[in-house]
């Protein structure tokens, strides 16, 4: 069983919509990812937070708004999505690693939301 | 600038065959870290190897070994005998240190290669 639990699994939602994306995870772990994953395609970093801080933003359009309110939790709020913006939506979490001052990627991923845009 | 190419798109076996699946990577930074990722069909991105620049061991774990040599950028994988459970979307990744410590980590993946291991 997967240590990143994300909710829904499913989400179909109108361009006018506003619904959001929620990720936890009770590991400990101080850094926090989003990431988009088009069919067929690697997984796109979107956001990452390192305690509780947003650190990385890879010019995400606004309409994605993340939220990370304690070190266990991090939502995705979207607003006015596009069909284009249908995908597979994975949260990642991992852990410091003590001397580096950063985290060093063994990402625990969560099974994703798959999102669609009508 | 940073880069993973995973040049076979689609991979089919079938059952007990070796196959191996074929990384190369580019970077500046001497400090690196190279992953391996599984993605069966449920989704879950399910973290198999991670590997620091200044470690050259080749690694064997069960069924699974890797391959890597700096001196021609690659982090290659190799499942023995293989299974119709080992079908999946395989991803191999890079770290830059230098992003690690400065913005909390940025994994770049390459485009993955889908195996099939037939029955």
Same mark, same amino acid.
């Given at each position: 069983?997967?240590?990143?639990? $994300?909710?829904?699994? *499913?989400?179909? &939602?109108?361009?006018?919509?506003? =619904?959001?994306? /929620?990720?936890? $995870?009770?590991?400990? *772990?101080?850094? &926090?990812?989003?990431?988009?994953? =088009?069919?067929? /395609?690697?997984?796109?970093?979107?956001?990452?937070?390192?305690?509780?801080?947003?650190?990385?933003?890879?010019?995400?359009?606004?309409?994605?708004?993340?939220?990370?309110?304690?070190?266990?939790?991090?939502?995705?709020?979207?607003?006015?999505?596009?069909?284009?913006?249908?995908?597979?939506?994975?949260?990642?979490?991992?852990?410091?690693?003590?001397?580096?001052?950063?985290?060093?990627?063994?990402?625990?991923?969560?099974?994703?939301?798959?999102?669609?845009?009508? | 600038?940073?880069?993973?190419?995973?040049?076979?798109?689609?991979?089919?076996?079938?059952?007990?065959?070796?196959?191996?699946?074929?990384?190369?990577?580019?970077?500046?930074?001497?400090?690196?870290?190279?992953?391996?990722?599984?993605?069966?069909?449920?989704?879950?991105?399910?973290?198999?190897?991670?590997?620091?620049?200044?470690?050259?061991?080749?690694?064997?774990?069960?069924?699974?070994?890797?391959?890597?040599?700096?001196?021609?950028?690659?982090?290659?994988?190799?499942?023995?005998?293989?299974?119709?459970?080992?079908?999946?979307?395989?991803?191999?990744?890079?770290?830059?240190?230098?992003?690690?410590?400065?913005?909390?980590?940025?994994?770049?993946?390459?485009?993955?290669?889908?195996?099939?291991?037939?029955?």
């Amino acid at each position: 069983d997967t240590e990143v639990t $994300q909710t829904p699994k *499913h989400l179909v &939602m109108g361009m006018t919509n506003k =619904k959001s994306l /929620k990720c936890e $995870q009770h590991m400990g *772990h101080r850094a &926090m990812y989003w990431y988009k994953q =088009k069919a067929k /395609k690697p997984p796109e970093l979107m956001f990452v937070y390192s305690y509780e801080k947003l650190s990385i933003n890879e010019s995400v359009p606004s309409r994605f708004s993340p939220e990370c309110p304690n070190s266990s939790l991090l939502n995705l709020h979207l607003h006015a999505l596009q069909p284009e913006d249908s995908a597979l939506y994975l949260c990642a979490s991992s852990q410091d690693m003590e001397g580096w001052g950063g985290f060093v990627e063994k990402l625990f991923f969560g099974s994703g939301t798959q999102l669609s845009v009508l | 600038a940073q880069k993973v190419t995973q040049a076979q798109t689609e991979i089919s076996v079938v059952e007990k065959e070796d196959v191996t699946l074929d990384c190369v990577y580019e970077t500046r930074d001497t400090t690196y870290y190279l992953f391996w990722y599984k993605q069966p069909p449920s989704g879950e991105l399910v973290f198999l190897i991670r590997r620091n620049s200044f470690d050259e061991q080749n690694e064997i774990s069960g069924r699974y070994s890797w391959n890597f040599q700096k001196s021609t950028s690659s982090f290659n994988f190799t499942i023995t005998a293989s299974q119709v459970v080992d079908s999946a979307v395989y991803f191999c990744a890079l770290s830059e240190a230098e992003e690690v410590h400065n913005q909390g980590g940025k994994l770049i993946f390459g485009q993955g290669t889908e195996l099939s291991v037939k029955p």
